[in-house]
DNA sequence: GCTGCGATATGAAACGTTACATATGCTGTG
DNA sequence: CACAGCATATGTAACGTTTCATATCGCAGC
């Protein structure tokens, strides 16, 4: 596939407006010239429908403008609403976004990685699970939801205070016998942390939970056995479940509505993440609002920021409790 | 944000391995050079952690190998589907992915077109709403969804025929009163078919086909009010109901549920774009598939194909129904 | 041993920009 | 009226590649 030739350059613009090589430069790049110069080369340049060419000026400046994101998946409700907004944060400040998904390919996350060095993008906002990835501690990398080298600055959720959020929350909704259910892709990361905080708070308690954690290519399946191994005379012996996020959260809700429960009634369901479609539709499920805007704002924010010499190792956002139906509040 | 300067280059490379610039060069262009200089230049250039510098490879060759991806956003589901097989197929060929979100900003869609022509990109890949786009017909620009000129190779899902399809199905498993339900984003689109394809059948029948057509910010209260109001005696003045999207068919679910209809006993429901969370998953409601993978094969073999003298105008790829709980089948 | 030929390495020019050192024009002062 | 001083325009040298015309080498044939 051919790009157009013959593009009109300066050098064209130059001559039809003419004048010098460097005034065209200056008028496109915002620097004082004389007004009648700075007409003439606008008009010549609209004339001839000159465009920068941002390879040329990409060699000489060594800015792209350009940051890759990197994700497992764009389809995932969490991941999407997180590209969603790092697109915009950049774009807002003038950047492109190179989206880089790596869910097919692990070795992807690597070679992504080696784009920045050929100069293809500025820097990287990532989400990798890819525990041994190689960084170069100067090449501008923010990593979201997993703190895998001091290095590197990390911008994640307070996963391990979201899960004490939900404990307490079902605690304080009047729940004593809790259930943990998490489906995960197999690779440790932040989320983890989801369940180390729920834990606690029940330990602290001497309040037993149980838990099950699958694994993503299991499917549901195990999930709806589990529960329907776990009635006795048309009770459940849980009164209150946390999910490790909101898709998971609904799902279950439809399983315990096909065992004959009754949600919030007789069993209270929580979730992670907070995912809307619109901003005016309500959760679908009560859950721990993750601050997807917040995230993205603080990673493009710390990736673009000027002196890196003195960023933050982890930046850590505070979550909340939203109430979605699922639960008696 | 500066990226690290004084990043070797293929001259450092030619002194270090001892031959010319132009020798390195083909080595990294896979170009037939003597085995021994080949292996000399690959040593050196590891010894010194060379990377091609694309910016000026890009001047020189007029190529980026990277394409646009435009988007109203991200995270609606048939959208987030779209963008992860795009991207992967993009990524097969070596090609990068810049994603541009326009659902923020309409006036966005004519900027991203003028990435292009700034060589930023080497095609573009857009599902776009703006009805007077200018696109340089001579520009590699392949539409999705969206017939807007003849000289833009567009393509779609066959929606006319997804939207008989559906018709068809809730005749064949008895539905005589049907329902249309939509919620759309007020710009024409060829969505827009699925309701032409669907009241074309029960025209041809004979039979009355009520319908409700909402705008996205009115959100889905009017639909919980419109089916409430025509309930009468505990039964629903309708027995079968097509939804625009899957999305919306799923809501309806709940929403009929709530007033004491079985689905699909007492109605039957039909989606529309068949996206699933994981393969081994099912749909979440009957519904009409897209072919979302054929969908971004096509646009990406057409946007990278070497011959653009003979594209076809609209390439339209086939729905299938396929049962998802919410019909008798 | 010399010539001629094919194969392969070489180095300079060009790609379209930015940045800097230099040239030009203009204003105001002694 | 001349000239310092300033502001602004000019033109050239990079930036790191690819490409192409030229140079070099080795070898077969006479």
Known sequence: MKRKENAP????????????????????????????YRRRVEEAARRLGY???SYARGLKTNKTCSAALILPDVTTPFFSALAQNVCQQLA???????????????????????MVQQNKVDGIIGLTYNPDLKVDPDL???????HFSRDVPCVASDNFGGGQLAAEKLLELGCVRPLFLRMWSGVPGEADKRWDGFASVWRQRRIDCASLHLKDEEGYGPFRE???????GGRLAFDGVFCVNDDLAVRVRA?????????????????????????????HCSTI??????????????LLQEDRSSLPSLVCLP?????GGTTRE
Chains 1, 2 share one sequence.
Do not use: W
């Open 9 to 36: 350059t300066m050098k064209d613009v130059a001559r039809e407006a003419g004048v010098a090589l460097g005034t065209v430069s200056k008028v496109f790049n915002d620097i004082p010239v004389g007004k009648d």
């Open 51 to 53: 465009q920068v060419n």
């Open 92 to 114: 807002a400040r003038q950047y492109k976004t190179i989206l880089s998904l790596t869910a097919s390919d692990r070795s992807a996350e690597q070679r992504c990685i080696q």
């Open 140 to 146: 501008p990398y923010v990593s979201i939801d997993r």
């Open 226 to 232: 589990f529960l329907a191994g776990h009635m006795e």
């Open 255 to 283: 399983m315990l509505e096909e065992l004959g429960l009754r949600v919030p009634e007789d069993v209270q369901l929580i979730g992670f993440d907070g995912i809307r479609r619109f901003a005016a539709e309500g959760f």
């Open 289 to 302: 609002v993750q601050p997807v805007q917040r995230l993205a704002e603080t990673s493009v924010g710390l």
């Open 319 to 323: 979550v909340s409790y939203a109430p």
